[in-house]
């Protein structure tokens, strides 16, 4: 910000201070760009890092060590693989998903390498498109208590 003040100014006018607006508003970084000299990564859909998500999933806190383990890389790879922006790419993903025993499309929908819809398309084209799962999400299950029946192979109370 620039201020030019009068020199001996008794009472504050707009003619006595000066102010470029435009410096005031700086740009959040986006993913990608060099602000401060540094990369953004990739983060999920709360802005959370790789790292902070596992923390979140895992109920714990999560050592870098796990981390890097789990991607195959050294300490030193993985400490500057964090601060590129394409961090952490699909191959990553899955290598965390196998180790932690996490969902590899969960997390890949998480970062945005692929949408929900996505993955709706591949499970309906894929061998997991079988009848069975169709009529078990096409159930409707009811919605009165009047229309709640007993099971037949459960024992009476």
């Given amino acids: 910000m620039s201020h030019f003040w009068e020199i001996c100014a008794k009472t504050v006018t707009a003619v006595s201070i000066s102010v470029d607006l435009s410096s005031l508003r700086e ?3 986006k993913r990608g760009s060099l602000l401060y000299g540094v990369e953004v990564p990739r983060t999920d859909e709360n ?3 790789l790292k902070a998500l596992l923390d979140y999933l895992l109920d714990g806190d999560i050592e870098a060590k796990d981390i890097y383990d789990a991607l195959g890389v050294s300490s030193s790879t993985y400490y500057r693989r964090i601060k590129e922006d394409n ?6 993903l899955r290598r965390v998903a196998d180790r932690f025993n996490l969902s590899y ?3 890949q929908v998480r970062f945005g390498l692929m949408s929900h819809q996505e993955v709706q398309n591949y499970l309906d084209s894929g061998p997991f498109a079988t009848t069975k799962i169709r009529e078990r999400t096409t159930t409707r299950r009811p919605k009165k208590l009047s229309e709640l029946a007993p099971r037949p192979d459960a024992p009476p109370l």
């Fill in 47 to 49: 802005g959370r890092q």
């Fill in 27 to 29: 740009p959040l970084p």
């Fill in 87 to 92: 961090y952490p790419d699909a191959e990553e």
């Fill in 105 to 107: 499309p969960d997390l």
